[in-house]
């Protein structure tokens, strides 16, 4: 049956008190989640606690304005559930993004238009424009 992480870090006094802050802060997110405006509670994540302050990250500034001006109401609330909550300190962190690579991808030219580029390069007098010309129907993929 499985165990999970947990067995391994309770051995030692460090590992002790780390796994308490974090089932601490499990519990103080999943509070959280349950006081804050549905509007809200998906764009902001308790980040840490320390001392009686619970620290919240928002995803943005408008969210944070928010919180502060809830800050009072839902540190009430959370101290009711058992947890010493004397101020709430809210900072903005926007999420974090996976990047997307945006390679493009070479779109083929269609027979009639390479005929009307390469009509258009006849007739054009030597200079940069016409090598252009011809670089681009050199390096088009052209469609079958």
Do not use: W
């Amino acid at each position: 049956m499985y165990q999970g992480p947990e067995q391994y870090l309770d051995n030692d006094a460090s590992s002790a008190r780390l796994m308490a802050h974090a089932r601490l802060l499990l519990r103080l997110s999943r509070h959280f989640a349950a006081l804050a405006p549905a509007g809200l509670r998906h764009a902001a994540q308790v980040a840490n606690y320390k001392s009686g302050t619970v620290v919240i990250h928002a995803e943005n500034g408008a969210v944070a304005a928010k919180l502060r001006q809830m800050s009072q109401r839902l540190c009430d609330e959370l101290s009711k559930t058992g947890v010493e909550c004397n101020a709430m300190s809210i900072k903005v962190q926007p999420r974090q993004l996976p990047l997307r690579s945006s390679a493009s991808t070479q779109k083929p030219l269609s027979a009639q238009a390479v005929a009307s580029l390469e009509t258009i390069s006849g007739s054009l007098p030597e200079g940069s424009l016409k090598g252009a010309l011809a670089t681009l129907l050199a390096r088009a993929a052209r469609a079958e």
